[in-house]
């Protein structure tokens, strides 16, 4: 067994020595190329973790390295005696057939999640299943947990459900007309992102985890907060930290998140948010004092830590991510460990059952992926005139027989993309930076330019990541179709990537007058005793239609009705229990005077019961509620005193 750990050379040395077993990823193949000499040999390739990657262009690498030029003749079984052969189709044919299937090669891929390409790709035609494919042996996630490999995540399962209400503030346009969806979600993200919504939800998440997982596992157990951001991620971590300073817990949160995040012109990066010296936070993970690992896309798939218990979702799952993402949890520990727990803000116990239920028992793709789709993909780009037919005999000529490197493509490219020469003068009328010329002198014609360059780069887009899988279960090879991918994947690096406009003034003129988080299911989520059936893609490539345009008043009334209900007086983010405290001038006489946090704390909740027995019928649900939710009533406690101190430093009687 020789695992590849000194780059492609030792990879290329171990193939040419003969080696039984070689452990290597698929990237090292691409730096192989004709170096290693395998004629007339049979490989077996097993494939730990198949997914999407397995689709790409690596596989297509590693296939032409582990392929002679005599497989490849054999492979194409061409009978061309007497024939001229043109050499470029030979060579594109070559290609081609690399991609695909080959009698020398065998692969042997696991995967617990198989999506529809997966299945499609290494999977075995099922007679049963019309046109279906299913996996060659099956070790199901119904079997692993019955025979105790794995813990059943979805024993406990807790949803929440977010209510808010929005108002229009001063600067607010209410007639102005916006993109409806853009603007919604925008306004959605404003109500996530915002600093009271993740204030409450990280209370509830300590006050979660100190009553009912902390004790876990021996005392061991962790947890993890999975958030839909970076910029999210950053906001939990803070209010995390301030909730257990608070309240004088002695444990630790960490954070893992890529790069560096600005939010009103802060900097925040991983390792700047966590302890000095944390280093890899899954090593810095294992210490017993760190209890909670809040996450932003990292950590979601193929992180495996047995202590993890507990998992806080606040960001939208569906399909194979949430499987990959909540079987964090699965790890047995034994004998400690005994169960899991999931507290969800965001989906619901219905969709994630959904998307269990597909990889419960045995997974099957019901029908296979139609390879016209790349020609009708192919049409579309060709109608919008960006390119010509010369265009890609010229690519052909330089970049397949020529063998000009890609990087020396560039002024190629540039003049489809510009229309403009090296001396910067036009010498084309159909290029990129011309699309949707025919619109010239209408109003909007730069929202119109800007959408069909989107559309465009969609598109081509689509062409290069359907062709990578569809090329490996063709049984036919088609040059123009290869042609056409080697255009399509240089011009898609070549294409400017243009920001998405988005109406973030809209954010600007709305504020949350109401808020309420709240549970709404707690139980076990049952899967059914049934396979999974997946369909193929559907995806065409065809995208139409203008956006929808809206009033911000009528986007403001609408997100109202979806995500208002009958609020209480606990839902308006506390003012009114402000103005009372506002005017207890004994409370503003004791922050004066006293410097000694404790007593200022036990006068500040004296002051509150006054407020609350005093105009019992106003706030009776609101004290009701702060005595049975202990979570909920150290949240209202921590904003009443942070919001007082607050003011009283600032020399103001109120804060708005």
Request: hydrophobic share 35%.
């Amino acid at each position: 067994m020789t695992p590849i750990r000194n780059g492609a050379r030792q990879l290329t040395q171990a193939l040419d020595r003969g080696d039984k077993i070689v452990i290597s990823t698929l990237q090292k193949f691409g730096f192989v190329g004709e170096l290693a000499k395998m004629s007339g040999k049979r490989f077996a390739v097993v494939v730990d973790e198949a997914h999407s990657s397995q689709t790409g262009e690596g596989v297509k690498e590693l296939k032409l390295v582990l392929t002679s030029d005599e497989d490849l003749k054999k492979a194409l079984d061409r009978d061309d005696e007497g024939d001229v052969v043109d050499p470029i189709e030979y060579e594109l044919e070559k290609i081609q057939k690399a991609r695909q299937k080959l009698p020398h090669l065998s692969f042997f891929a696991f995967t617990a999640t198989p999506k529809d390409k997966t299945l499609e790709l290494f999977g075995v035609p099922d007679k049963g299943v019309k046109k279906g494919f299913r996996p060659f042996h099956q070790y199901s996630m119904r079997q692993a947990i019955a025979e105790g490999f794995i813990l059943d995540v979805l024993e406990s399962y807790t949803t929440y459900k977010t209510y808010f209400e929005l108002i229009e503030n001063e600067k607010a346009e209410s007639e102005m007309e916006v993109e409806k969806l853009k603007a919604r979600r925008l306004m959605l993200k404003y109500v996530d992102q915002h600093e009271f919504a993740i204030k409450r939800k990280a209370h509830i998440i300590i006050d979660h985890f100190t009553r009912n997982t902390a004790y876990k596992i021996g005392g061991q157990a962790k947890a993890m907060v999975v958030t839909h951001s970076r910029a999210h991620a950053v906001r939990y971590k803070q209010e995390l930290d301030k909730v257990l300073s608070e309240q004088g817990l002695n444990f630790g949160v960490l954070v893992a998140f890529s790069g560096t995040v600005i939010i009103n012109e802060q900097k925040y990066t991983e390792e700047a948010m966590n302890p000095p010296g944390s280093g890899d936070i899954a090593e810095a993970f294992k210490s017993p004092v760190q209890r909670i690992l809040v996450v932003a896309n990292k950590y979601q798939t193929g992180y495996d830590q047995p202590l993890l218990h507990t998992m806080y979702v606040d960001k939208k799952l569906g399909g194979v991510a949430a499987v990959q993402t909540l079987s964090r949890l699965n790890r047995t520990f034994l004998p400690l460990k005994q169960d899991t727990m999931v507290l969800d803000f965001v989906n619901e116990q219905k969709d994630i059952e959904a998307s269990f239920q597909d990889y419960y028992q045995r997974t099957e793709l019901e029908g296979a992926t139609d390879p016209n789709k790349l020609s009708n993909l192919k049409y579309t780009l060709e109608q919008m005139h960006v390119f010509t037919a010369e265009d890609l005999v010229e690519f052909v000529d330089l970049f397949v027989v020529k063998k000009v490197k890609s990087e020396k493509l560039q002024p190629f490219f540039q003049r489809i993309v510009t229309g403009k020469g090296s001396d910067g003068s036009i010498i084309r009328n159909n290029y990129y930076d011309n699309l949707a010329s025919e619109h010239l002198g209408k109003k909007d014609y730069e929202k119109l330019k800007a959408a069909a360059k989107d559309k465009f780069r969609k598109e081509i887009g689509r062409y290069v990541k359907q062709y990578s899988f569809i090329s490996q279960i063709m049984t036919f090879t088609d040059t123009a179709l290869e042609k056409f991918y080697l255009f399509a994947k240089l011009l898609l690096r070549q294409l400017p990537y243009e920001t998405q406009t988005l109406p973030m003034e809209v954010m600007e003129m709305i504020d949350m007058d109401k808020y309420r988080v709240q549970e709404e299911q707690n139980g076990c989520i049952t899967l059914k005793h049934e396979d999974g059936i997946l369909e193929p893609s559907s995806d065409d490539g065809h995208r139409d239609g203008e956006p929808d345009m809206e009033k911000l008043k009528l986007i403001v009334k609408k997100l109202n009705e979806d995500f208002g209900i009958p609020f209480e007086e606990a839902d308006r983010v506390m003012s009114a229990i402000k103005a009372k405290l506002e005017e207890d001038d004994g409370l503003r006489a004791a922050f004066k005077t006293n410097s000694i946090e404790f007593l200022r704390k036990q006068k500040l909740q004296d002051s509150i019961k006054e407020a609350f027995l005093s105009n019992a019928d106003e706030f009776l649900s609101f004290m009701s509620k702060t005595e049975t939710d202990s979570g909920f009533g150290k949240f209202f406690f921590s904003e009443m005193f942070n919001w007082y101190e607050g003011s009283m430093k600032a020399g103001k009687s109120s804060i708005e």
